[in-house]
């Protein structure tokens, strides 16, 4: 699958994803998405917006590349949950004596949005709970989003 957005926006799946050049005639980018294994409808996820991404580092066994999609101007909210993150990942592992399923981890960070929904390979998590300025960067606001 995949799609053509103005150059503003970013898509993202829940596997990895390439970019073409765009077309002459239309000059807008095609972004291809990656094909996954069969999954219920549930856990396909798609993120289309103004974000940008910001590594995370890698974590676990695998050495799982992490990425943080917020929208664009809010990446300095995102302190706690990038130093937390592959630590959560970690401790996972840990739990459930096997390592990270996926080949990558994308933290997308959705306005407006409360609740937290797991895909394959990405995560929706509440604005609410995931940006934090450091001003309110309490005990808890981190608690809430380490849960």
Same mark, same amino acid.
């Given at each position: 699958?995949?799609?053509?957005?103005?150059?503003?926006?970013?898509?993202?799946?829940?596997?990895?994803?390439?970019?073409?050049?765009?077309?002459?005639?239309?000059?807008?980018?095609?972004?291809?998405?990656?094909?996954?294994?069969?999954?219920?409808?549930?856990? &396909?996820?798609?993120?289309? /917006?103004?974000? %940008?991404?910001?590594?995370?580092?890698?974590? $676990? @066994?695998?050495? +799982?590349? =992490?990425?943080?999609?917020?929208?664009?101007?809010?990446?300095?909210?995102?302190?706690?949950?990038?130093?937390?993150?592959?630590?959560?990942?970690?401790?996972?592992?840990?739990?459930?004596?096997?390592?990270?399923?996926?080949?990558?981890?994308?933290?997308?960070? &959705?306005?407006?949005?409360? /609740?937290?929904? %797991?895909?394959?390979?990405?995560?929706?998590? $509440? @604005?609410?709970? +995931?940006? =934090?300025?450091?001003?309110?960067?309490?005990?808890?606001?981190?608690?809430?989003?380490?849960?």
């Amino acid at each position: 699958m995949s799609t053509r957005l103005r150059r503003a926006l970013l898509a993202l799946s829940c596997l990895a994803a390439g970019s073409t050049p765009a077309p002459p005639k239309l000059r807008l980018p095609t972004t291809a998405l990656a094909e996954t294994k069969p999954l219920p409808s549930y856990l &396909v996820a798609f993120v289309v /917006g103004p974000f %940008e991404l910001l590594d995370g580092g890698r974590a $676990g @066994q695998g050495a +799982t590349p =992490i990425r943080f999609v917020v929208p664009r101007g809010r990446a300095g909210e995102t302190r706690y949950a990038r130093e937390v993150t592959p630590r959560i990942i970690v401790e996972l592992e840990r739990f459930f004596g096997s390592p990270y399923p996926f080949s990558k981890l994308d933290v997308a960070v &959705v306005p407006r949005f409360w /609740g937290t929904m %797991e895909h394959p390979g990405i995560v929706a998590l $509440g @604005q609410p709970l +995931t940006l =934090i300025k450091p001003t309110e960067e309490g005990l808890r606001r981190k608690q809430s989003y380490a849960r």
